[in-house]
T-cell receptor, first 113, second 111 residues
Framework: NAGVTQTPKFRVLKTGQSMTLLCAQDMNHEYMYWYRQDPGMGLRLIHY???????AKGEVPDGYNVSRLKKQNFLLGLESAAPSQTSVYFC????????????FGPGTRLTVT | RKEVEQDPGPFNVPEGATVAFNCTYSNSASQSFFWYRQDCRKEPKLLMSVYSSGNEDGRFTAQLNRASQYISLLIRDSKLSDSATYLC????????????FGKGTRLSVIA
């Protein structure tokens, strides 16, 4: 099992550009999450999904959109990147809800100039 | 009061020392608590869940104090490999935060 994978691992964008981050899991997990991690801020939840075809807003959803068309994939989109979106983005999945262990991907380091 | 608060550290301890971290939480209705470990520039990984009666896994002991709303992590006989950031995690108090991560406590074990 590959677990949770993320592509790309690194990316540099110019302000105003768009991109999509891909997260894939092969554990048949229902729940998937996108977090961002900034120095001194800890992990903050952007969006999450409780199953295929569903999405919900987290703590910091502005400037991001997500889609979960297939159970194993969770996409995070930035429509018009801003320097404030420079961060490390982690995807995670869990078998079910909040009482279950979350498995994280290796992260995507995004810089917006 | 922030949902989850941790002392950021760093805690610098010699090998073999015992070190303890505390984490306070604001949601008195929280039912699930965890400690995650995050190595530098890596993803977080589950270290252990925290049960009401307390639980132990080798050199690691986790305790829950519901009355005072804090959880603790005790590491005995510290190893160099224990150097990492330890994240406290509890169920969030609102619908859009399934789990809330603390900012982490950094531990450096020194030879």
């Amino acid at each position: 099992n590959a677990g949770v994978t993320q592509t790309p691992k690194f990316r540099v964008l110019k302000t105003g550009q768009s991109m999509t981050l891909l997260c894939a899991q092969d554990m048949n997990h229902e729940y998937m999450y996108w977090y961002r991690q900034d120095p001194g801020m800890g992990l903050r939840l952007i969006h999450y999904s409780v199953g295929e075809g569903t999405t919900a807003k987290g703590e910091v959803p502005d400037g991001y959109n997500v889609s979960r068309l297939k159970k194993q994939n969770f996409l995070l989109g930035l429509e018009s990147a801003a320097p404030s979106q420079t961060s490390v983005y982690f995807c995670a999945s869990s078998l079910s809800g909040t009482g279950y262990e979350q498995y994280f991907g290796p992260g995507t380091r995004l810089t917006v100039t | 009061r922030k949902e989850v608060e941790q002392d950021p550290g760093p805690f610098n301890v010699p090998e073999g020392a015992t070190v303890a971290f505390n984490c306070t939480y604001s949601n008195s209705a929280s039912q699930s608590f965890f400690w995650y470990r995050q190595d530098c520039r890596k993803e977080p990984k589950l270290l252990m869940s925290v049960y009401s009666s307390g639980n132990e896994d080798g050199r690691f002991t986790a305790q829950l104090n519901r009355a005072s709303q804090y959880i603790s992590l005790l590491i005995r006989d510290s190893k160099l490999s224990d150097s990492a950031t330890y994240l406290c995690v509890v169920i969030g108090s609102s619908g859009n935060t399934p789990l809330v991560f603390g900012k982490g406590t950094r531990l450096s074990v020194i030879a």
